[in-house]
T-cell receptor, first 115, second 112 residues
Framework: DAGVIQSPRHEVTEMGQEVTLRCKPI?????LFWYRQTMMRGLELLIY????????DSGMPEDRFSAKMPNASFSTLKIQPSEPRDSAVYFC?????????????FGPGTRLTVT | GEDVEQSLFLSVREGDSSVINCTYT??????LYWYKQEPGAGLQLLTY???NMDMKQDQRLTVLLNKKDKHLSLRIADTQTGDSAIYFC????????????WGLGTSLAVNP
């Protein structure tokens, strides 16, 4: 398997623009997580899905952030409008309930810079 | 609230043992994890321990769990330059093994 795939790997945008981050989980995994990593706050869970349904979005910072999972093989995290404080590395991770373990498999991340 | 704390930096000589420490607050956590993050990459699970265990050994890695003190440690024997990375401690939320609480990570520098 190719692992968790994220795109783009790097994104530079201007304040106020819409940003869409994409994630393809590992085939067969039924959990998908979106994280944000910054030096100051470390790794923060934004939202996670089970079988394409959002289970916990309590970590989503504000209404500018939205996440969708239209099918088992694709998820997006959208920021509209973006702000400089959104600059961070955004990770997607997936895991499988069926294997009985709870390991989360991380993608390589998207480094977002908002100027 | 729940919290996981780690020291931010550790520097060791190649060949020495490294010990990375972590304290957590949720005594009802079922699993405790160590993840590794290499530069420019995502996190990768190194090892985990069930809360009813005291110790787990896996090749060069030894995990010790002190539930009374809510202290978790990761020992890397014969540390190599390839072990230079950030190491994250994480605990599962009580009643939800899917949701993890993460420490800020310990940056391990291995000097030749």
């Amino acid at each position: 398997d190719a692992g968790v795939i994220q795109s783009p790997r790097h994104e530079v945008t201007e304040m106020g623009q819409e940003v869409t981050l994409r994630c393809k989980p590992i085939s067969g995994h039924d959990y998908l997580f979106w994280y944000r990593q910054t030096m100051m706050r470390g790794l923060e869970l934004l939202i996670y899905f089970n079988n394409n349904v959002p289970i916990d979005d309590s970590g989503m910072p504000e209404d500018r952030f939205s996440a969708k999972m239209p099918n088992a093989s694709f998820s997006t995290l959208k920021i509209q409008p973006s702000e400089p404080r959104d600059s961070a590395v955004y990770f997607c991770a997936s895991s499988s309930h069926r294997t009985g373990d709870y390991e989360q498999y991380f993608g390589p991340g998207t480094r977002l810079t908002v100027t | 609230g729940e919290d996981v704390e780690q020291s931010l930096f550790l520097s060791v000589r190649e060949g020495d043992s490294s010990v990375i420490n972590c304290t957590y607050t949720d005594s009802s956590s079922t699993y405790l994890y160590w993840y590794k993050q290499e530069p420019g990459a995502g996190l990768q699970l190194l090892t985990y321990i069930f809360s009813n265990m005291d110790m787990k050994q896996d090749q060069r890695l030894t995990v010790l769990l002190n539930k009374k003190d809510k202290h978790l440690s990761l020992r890397i024997a014969d540390t190599q330059t390839g072990d230079s990375a950030i190491y994250f401690c994480a605990e599962s939320y009580a009643g939800n093994n899917r949701k993890l609480i993460w420490g800020l990570g310990t940056s391990l520098a291995v000097n030749p």
